[in-house]
């Protein structure tokens, strides 16, 4: 896991990305977002927190399996630079109002 301050200009338009376009369940404080880096689909699991921070909790890479082209592999992925870069993508996306 890593958190992140984000700058006081970028926090809504930050904030307003992840609750646009992120998935979340019922009383829950997490949200899900698609991610594409590097060739790979991710779900980034990002919690948004006080103070202007947001926590990339996790990911889970989705490849393609190689025999069959509907079937999927997930892998969890914990690499602090990995989730870092994700999340990177999302402020970077928000902060250029994509």
Do not use: C, F
């Given at each position: 896991?890593?958190?992140?301050?984000?700058?006081?200009?970028?926090?809504?338009?930050?904030?307003?990305?992840?609750?646009?376009?992120?998935?979340?369940?019922?009383?829950?404080l997490q949200y899900?977002?698609?991610?594409?880096?590097?060739?790979?689909?991710?779900?980034?699991?990002?919690?948004?927190?006080?103070?202007?921070?947001?926590?990339?909790?996790?990911?889970?890479?989705?490849?393609?399996?190689n025999d069959r082209?509907?079937?999927?592999?997930?892998?969890?992925?914990?690499?602090?630079?990995?989730l870092s870069a994700?999340?990177?993508?999302?402020?970077?996306?928000?902060?250029?109002?994509?």
């Amino acid at each position: 896991m890593i958190s992140r301050q984000i700058k006081e200009n970028h926090w809504k338009d930050v904030y307003r990305q992840i609750t646009t376009y992120g998935r979340n369940t019922p009383l829950s404080l997490q949200y899900d977002i698609d991610v594409n880096y590097n060739g790979v689909d991710y779900i980034l699991k990002v919690q948004p927190v006080q103070n202007r921070k947001i926590s990339a909790l996790q990911a889970i890479g989705v490849y393609p399996e190689n025999d069959r082209s509907d079937s999927k592999r997930y892998r969890l992925i914990d690499d602090n630079a990995i989730l870092s870069a994700l999340l990177e993508i999302i402020i970077y996306q928000s902060s250029k109002g994509n």
